[in-house]
């Protein structure tokens, strides 16, 4: 099964700060990688493939990388941000995702 | 707009059984594959199975491989996983996720979610 390490498990951050997280796959998985935004007590919400904004996602978010290691950066933090968010990989079952990283408020 | 939801969570006892469903509206349900993905605060997210659109095609992971087993009714725009033997480690929110390709494809990544049931599997 493919592996994916995400880091930091957890930040924290200020309104108005960038924040870059990254995601590193245990093998080559081209581009399949995407990105959920995840609020308490709700399901996940898709923002991004490896480097494309889903619709309706804010500009402020984008994503990077191929092969084993990807990013998602943040490059000013709203309060509306502030949630967990996951990689998963979609390259080949069984479909892994990452522990998650943990955004909170400095 | 594209709804899912899933019903039938409870408290069940180890070695038990349960069937979860999962309503789907808003959309062409018949065209997109669908997945189920549980989450539990110690394991995080982990993605159980998978259903082709046609429901030809099913993967399992292999934590739940023989004992959970994925079914699809188009004519009720339904989804469901019944599930067997079940496990203390089975207890988690339950999604079910909708595959972002339509039309007799799949991408392997969800681009709607349930609202998640839960199930306890405790004596």
């Known amino acids: 099964d493919i592996q994916l390490t995400q880091s930091p498990s957890s930040v924290s951050a200020s309104v108005g700060d960038r924040v870059t997280i990254t995601c590193r796959a245990s093998?080559?998985?081209?581009?399949?990688l995407v990105w959920y935004q995840q609020k308490p007590g709700k399901a996940p919400r898709l923002l991004m493939t490896?480097?494309n904004l889903q619709s309706g996602v804010p500009s402020r978010f984008s994503g990077g990388g191929s092969g084993q290691d990807f990013t998602l950066t943040i490059s000013s933090l709203q309060p509306e941000d502030f949630a967990t968010y996951f990689c998963?990989?979609?390259?080949?079952?069984?479909?892994?995702f990452g522990q998650g990283t943990r955004l909170d408020i400095k | 707009q594209v709804q899912l939801v899933e019903s039938g969570g409870g408290v069940v006892q180890p070695g038990g059984s349960l069937r979860l469903s999962c309503a789907a509206s808003?959309?062409?349900?018949?065209?997109?594959?669908m997945h189920w993905v549980r989450q539990t605060p110690g394991k995080g997210l982990e993605w159980l199975s998978f259903?082709?659109?046609?429901?030809?095609?099913?993967y399992y992971a292999d934590s739940v491989k023989g004992r959970f087993t994925v079914s699809r009714d188009d004519s009720a725009n339904t989804f469901y996983v019944q599930m067997h033997m079940l496990r203390t480690d089975d207890t988690a929110v339950y999604f079910c996720?909708?595959?972002?390709?339509?039309?007799?494809?799949?991408?392997?990544?969800?681009?709607?979610w349930g609202q998640g049931t839960l199930v306890t599997v405790s004596s």
């Open positions: 996720a909708r595959d972002a390709a339509n039309s007799g494809t799949h991408w392997n990544y969800f681009d709607f």
């Open positions: 808003g959309f062409a349900f018949k065209n997109y594959a």
């Open positions: 259903i082709s659109y046609d429901g030809n095609i099913q």
């Open positions: 093998q080559d998985i081209n581009r399949w």
């Open positions: 490896a480097s």
């Open positions: 998963q990989q979609a390259h080949i079952f069984p479909l892994t």
